[in-house]
């Protein structure tokens, strides 16, 4: 599932690529901008925010797309088969050098580039970001005490990034029940901190690991291990489906945690 990292990784691969290039055609597979064409002009950079991605173009254009779930781009050389089945591709984009496909995104959007503040002015602070602020991070993380550390962490208008692997890892990283309150954290400055050092820690890679240890099936502490001993106590890794503060089935909001690493506050 796409985080704060794959999408910085995607952008620097995309603006590697294509920076400089003259878009030769576009194809926006979505309805409201299926006749937009954008062809002629010449990609400047592509930058992330949080989970968003901004690719800014010549004439002051911005392809703006989101990764939700499981969207992601790819890039092929032209001619090139694509990994993929053709009608699950949101937007293309061919230049002399490359074909960027964008497959699965729920957002793709094409606007004028003073309008991006409109996408990100309610995203809270990019810990992956130039202009990363600790201090607000934690005043948003803080702001409401009642509220699940859960549910705080996956807030992008609290730290923008993290998403369910990230939640998980962190929780089980700070010895914390995924479901007690903000206002119950003994150091939130720490888990703030630890966000911003798991995000960078793997920015770039293409990988997430946050046990220190890259080999394949060793690289987190819970998320995905339901059963598993859990990697400090050997206490087997429970799953909860649903989002935790709200009871619904929603897939991205699985929790993962060990319950001996992360008793819940009422319970020592
Ligand atoms: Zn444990």
């Keep these: 599932m796409p985080e704060g990292d794959t999408v910085y990784l995607a952008a620097q691969r995309l603006d590697r690529a294509l920076a400089g290039q003259i878009l030769r055609k576009t194809d926006f597979r979505v309805p ?74 729920p957002v793709v959007e094409l606007m004028r580039r003073e309008d991006e503040a409109r996408v990100t002015d309610h995203l809270g602070p990019d810990p992956l970001g130039d202009d990363w602020d600790a201090g607000e991070a934690l005043r948003r ?39 007690s309150r903000v206002g119950d954290l003994a150091a939130p400055d720490k888990l703030v901190d630890l966000t911003k050092r798991l995000l960078e820690a793997n920015r770039g890679s293409g990988r997430r690991v946050t046990t220190g240890d890259p080999r394949r099936g060793h690289e987190l502490w819970v998320y995905g291990r339901r059963g598993q001993p859990c990697r400090r106590c050997g206490t087997p890794i429970r799953r909860r489906d649903g989002d935790p503060s709200t009871g619904s089935a929603d897939d991205e909001r699985v929790t993962y945690w060990c319950p001996n690493c992360q008793p819940s506050p009422g319970r020592d």
């Design 141 to 179: 993380l803080t702001a409401d005490p009642e509220r699940s550390v859960s549910a705080a962490l996956l807030d992008q208008s609290v730290m923008a990034g993290p998403g369910n692997v990230y939640r998980c890892e962190l929780c089980f990283l700070r010895g914390l029940d995924p479901w």
């Design 32 to 105: 409201r901008f299926a006749t937009s064409d954008v062809s002629g002009h010449t990609v400047e950079e592509v930058v992330p925010r949080g989970k968003h991605l901004f690719l800014r173009m010549s004439g002051g254009w911005t392809l703006h797309t989101h990764f939700m779930m499981d969207g992601e781009w790819h890039l092929y050389r032209p001619g090139e088969r694509w990994r993929g089945p053709g009608w699950q591709a949101r937007v293309v984009l061919t230049t002399d050098d490359w074909v960027a496909v964008g497959w699965r995104l």
